[in-house]
Structures are given as structure tokens and as C-alpha cells.
């Protein structure tokens, strides 16, 4: 039997935890994938705050979950092998900590596992307006590797719902993984 295709989703305590929902939904009907989960405490307020789940409930969507604390998890090492990471939403908290290293919980700690092992890494930030210490970091995770995906809708698709949206949104970010997903948002093919 080949080994599934391992993906690491985090969601932090930005607000957008539909992305990180969604991002599990859709991989669910990929067989071959198998998603590593994990969320920080704050992304569990929001969780609740903005979709009215709880962590229960959103770990029925991982086949794979993990404490915010659990430093000594295998998505902690670069010797388990994944295709990267996707964290949708991320907050400029753990932009920061990406940033500059320092690995304080397990999500900063796989995505800084993921960069030197030169995975891919997505970051999706949620936060407007940036300061000038938000956009140096998203330099510098850029410089080192990571894919900054700041939560933007296309308006030429002409999309009539949030759901909508955010389905474009997570259509592209699993493009960079080529993972296709028909029908989740209709690519630009010009006039």
C-alpha cells in the first residue's frame, strides 16, 4: 500500500477559521492525502466565535491532530516526511514567530521544520490594516522559502457568497500542492 501524501493544517487565533475548516473538508475527499492538524488556543476561541464549533468537531475533519504544546509530535521533525503546511488564518503572532525562528508551540515549530527541510509552506495572514513590522515579516518568511496568501477574492468570478469566497480561496492555495479541486473556483482565461 503507498504512503499517503501527508499535509500539515494550521489554524491560529486570526479571524478566518473557515479557511482552516474548509482546507480539511475539501482534502477529506482526497484519499491519498492524509492532513496533520493542529491549533493554537486562540484558534479554537475564534472557532467557536465565528462558526459556533468546538475542537471536537473540528478534529472529526483531521485524520491526523495534535496539542498546540506538543513539541515532540511528529510533524515536529524533519524526518517525517509531508508535502508542507498550510496555515489558514495565521496570525501575526505566529507570522512573527516563523519569522525569526522561534519555535515556541508546534505550529511555529513545524512550519520552521518545513522551511528548512524546503517544503512547502503557506501562510494565509489575516490582519488589515499591516505595519511596517507585519510586512517585514512577510518578507522574510518569503525570503526564506514560504508562500504569503493573504485572504483575497477575485471579484471576476462574480462570486455571490462568503462560502463562495472562501472556496476560491482554498481552490488556489491546494493548487500549489497540485491538488485539483474541480469546482471550487473558476481560474481567470482572459476575455
Given at each position: ?37 493542529v491549533?493554537s ?37 524533519g ?40 517544503r ?17 515579516n512577510?518578507?522574510?518568511v ?26 476560491e ?23
Amino acid at each position: 500500500m503507498a504512503q499517503k501524501k501527508r499535509l500539515i493544517i494550521g489554524i491560529t487565533g486570526a479571524t478566518g477559521a473557515i479557511y482552516g475548516l474548509r482546507l480539511l473538508q475539501v482534502l477529506a475527499d482526497f484519499s491519498e492525502w492524509e492532513t496533520h492538524l493542529v491549533i493554537s488556543k486562540a484558534g479554537l476561541i475564534n472557532l467557536n466565535s465565528e462558526l459556533g464549533m468546538s475542537k471536537s468537531t473540528l478534529y472529526q475533519w483531521a485524520d491526523v491532530t495534535y496539542g498546540i504544546n506538543e513539541i515532540a509530535a511528529a510533524i515536529a521533525s524533519g524526518s517525517f516526511k509531508t508535502k508542507g503546511m498550510i496555515i489558514a488564518p495565521c496570525s501575526m503572532k505566529t507570522l512573527a514567530a516563523i519569522a525569526h525562528g522561534f519555535g515556541d508551540n508546534l505550529i511555529s515549530r513545524s512550519a520552521d521544520v518545513a522551511l528548512k527541510e524546503r517544503r512547502r509552506v503557506v501562510i494565509m495572514p489575516r490582519e488589515t490594516p499591516l505595519n511596517l513590522a507585519h510586512i517585514r515579516n512577510m518578507a522574510a518568511v518569503t525570503e526564506m522559502g514560504a508562500i504569503i496568501f493573504p485572504p483575497m477574492p477575485a471579484f471576476y468570478n462574480k462570486s455571490n457568497s462568503i462560502a463562495a469566497m472562501v472556496d476560491e480561496g482554498v481552490g488556489r492555495i491546494l493548487d500549489f500542492f497540485a491538488i485539483k479541486t474541480e469546482g471550487l473556483y473558476q481560474p481567470w482565461e482572459g476575455l
